[in-house]
């Protein structure tokens, strides 16, 4: 595989138009409001329109999704129809996804930017009753956005067939590969035309990556965006070592402290089990903080109506496991806990994307059992840095209190931390736990699963 070595620097005054997009795709591209395109846009679509292979390690809130979505549309345009037969509308681009809210995610942003074209565009996933995708199915779609369990239960009944496709999205391929989809993936590609156009988005290039792109793309150009397996320079990452049993008080005492600071009360707490998951979101409630979990036990439904209660601020925090968390448009979430590290230290770094994106600041914290430690040690030498250890924060008012213990997660700007830690001229009032006083921060989840906003 080729690394393309020429791709023409970004400049400044790239705008979509230079893309030679047709007229109803720069229309829909200009109703998002999107000015320039991203660094992932800028240097996958160019290949992609002329038919490359495309291997991108980008992650989800780079515009990954316009990178591929709108070339493949520019490129499926001449073969789109007006007429109502379904014969006239075959599946041409296949685009796979480890979970049901990223695919939703997915195809949200598709019928946005397919709206003023004849492409037909749909989503099929688990989760949710068979029958209306049945119906879409068999209405005939261009454009489909699948999970692979599904997808398959439809080409079982007949209900799909990808004889005419020409172009196949594998988006977090990664995570799909680690949700064990592998033979699941192999079938579904064992049903698709070998003359197409394969492009392959993972977060990061592991060697299992490495040889499904092997196995499945033709000399792909690969690009990338971001330096792998780094996190933001924006992100603040702190560990708190706490044993196992200690570890919900914890949490609980990390946040509170935060709320007592003023700081956003929104945060992500990811857990390794869906139990665990559930559990956590119940001691959190029990501690007086809004939270909901979302792990892969939990309904579709149940999992829209968690998701809307976070985005409206309803609910303060989010227990998640990854697979549940996987594929959330968190523009810039402030603030990410690991109840537990993952076992894997590529986890850890998605896990910690959620925050600091586009150069916003945020906080990770993790709490590490004693146990843990091994962890910890793969973490540190992915990431190639130190973690901090800190010992956790006392709370404002009560014995021992250290209203200067949350200087490190500021300490980048003088100013700003001398701002937050000033003694105040009157005396600090300490917010109840769940104390809805302190405005929920809704504009850091606005980018939440648009598709939910959307529907409600
Ligand atoms: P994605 O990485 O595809 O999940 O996209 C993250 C967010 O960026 C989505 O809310 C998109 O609507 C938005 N987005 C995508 N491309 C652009 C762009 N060129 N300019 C501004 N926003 C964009």
Known sequence: MSTEQNIPPIEEELTFANFGFAEPILRAILEQGY???????????????????????????????????????????????????????????????????????????????????????????????MSAQTALLRSGIELLIATPGRLLDHITQKNANLSQVQFLILDEADRMLDMGFLPDLQRIISLIPVQRQTLLFSATF?????????????????????????????????????PSDQKKDAVIKVLNARFQKGLSRQAI???NSRIGCSKLASALERGGIKAG??????????????????????????????????????????????????????????????TGRA????????????????LLVDIEKLMNRKLVRMPLPTLAGGAGADPFFYMPYRAKDSNEVSKDVLPQSSPAVTPKPGNSSIKPATKSVDALLGAFAKKS
Do not use: W
């Not at 789109?80 to 939703?104: F, G, K, N, Q, Y």
């Not at 792909?220 to 706490?242: F, G, K, L, Y």
């Open 35 to 129: 000015t320039k395109p991203t660094p992932i846009q800028a240097q996958a679509m160019p290949h992609v329109m002329q038919g490359r292979d495309v291997m991108g390690a980008a992650q989800t809130g780079t515009g990954k999704t316009a990178a591929f979505v709108l070339p493949i549309l520019q490129n499926i345009l001449p073969l789109a129809s007006s007429s109502a037969s379904p014969a006239r509308h075959p599946i041409r681009a296949l685009v796979l996804t480890p979970t049901r809210e990223l695919a939703d995610q997915v195809a949200d942003n598709a019928f946005k930017y397919a709206k003023y074209t004849d492409i037909r565009t749909a989503v099929v996933f688990g989760g949710v009753d």
């Open 206 to 242: 592991s060697t299992e990556i490495k040889k499904l792109a092997q196995s499945y793309l033709r000399d792909p150009v690969t690009i990338e965006v971001a330096r792998q397996n780094a996190a933001a320079d924006t992100v603040q990452q702190i560990i708190h070592m706490v």
């Open 269 to 271: 707490v990811f857990t």
């Open 293 to 354: 979990a979302i792990h892969g036990d939990k309904s579709q439904i149940e999992r829209m109506q968690i998701l809307e209660s976070f985005k409206k601020g309803t609910m303060d925090v989010l227990v998640a496991t990854d697979v549940a968390a996987r594929g959330l448009d968190i523009v810039d979430m402030p603030c990410v806990i690991n109840h537990e590290l993952p076992f894997s230290a590529e986890d850890y770094v998605h896990r910690i994307g959620r």
């Open 359 to 374: 150069g916003a600041q945020g906080d990770a914290i993790a709490l590490v059992d004693p146990s843990e430690e091994r």
